[in-house]
């Protein structure tokens, strides 16, 4: 009374569950392409902000190697870098046409604004090596800026002993 011997190939195959993706038409199909992730709403000087550098593999590319050439400019920003399991990644389907990817975070973690106003998250350049049959290749994929509107924190509503989150010494 065994249990059935898992098939590994069976658990790899795309489930109709997977989470849905929509992507810009410009990456749509494409083998590879880096992605740069944050919030889509208001956010305050101060508030920590989830971002993140996904790395998109079509099913069936085969990537021996990813190193980054360009890490993301955060001068202007307070950085708490979370470390992410690179080799893990999790799969979706991707644009229009459905495209299954396996996305492999890259960077991400908090970053909070020192002052009100637009603040770009710079792109991230990453060269990866892909094999191609029996030969590999070398590419670079880049992500475009990331540009976060920082609000001033509202004075109304806030504690009398309210104190700013973060301050430049």
Do not use: C, H
Request: proline share 11%; hydrophobic share 35%; net charge negative.
């Amino acid at each position: 009374d065994e249990p059935p011997a898992s098939n590994p190939s069976a658990e790899s195959d795309p489930k109709p569950e997977e989470p849905v993706e929509m992507l810009p038409k410009r990456l749509a199909g494409q083998p590879y392409f880096l992605v740069v992730r944050g919030p889509d709403r208001p956010v305050y000087v101060g508030e920590p902000v989830w971002v993140a550098f996904d790395l998109y593999l079509r099913e069936g590319v085969r990537l021996a190697d990813a190193a980054i050439e360009t890490a993301p400019d955060l001068r202007k920003f307070v950085a708490r870098p979370v470390q992410g399991d690179v080799e893990r990644g999790r799969r979706v389907r991707a644009g229009e046409r459905g495209d299954v990817y396996t996305v492999r975070p890259l960077w991400q973690g908090t970053v909070s604004a020192l002052e009100s106003g637009p603040s770009v998250v710079g792109g991230m350049k990453v060269q990866l090596v892909v094999i191609d049959g029996f030969f590999s290749k070398r590419v670079s994929v880049t992500s475009v800026p990331l540009t976060l509107d920082f609000r001033p924190v509202p004075s109304e509503g806030r504690p009398a002993d309210y104190v700013e989150g973060i301050r430049r010494e």
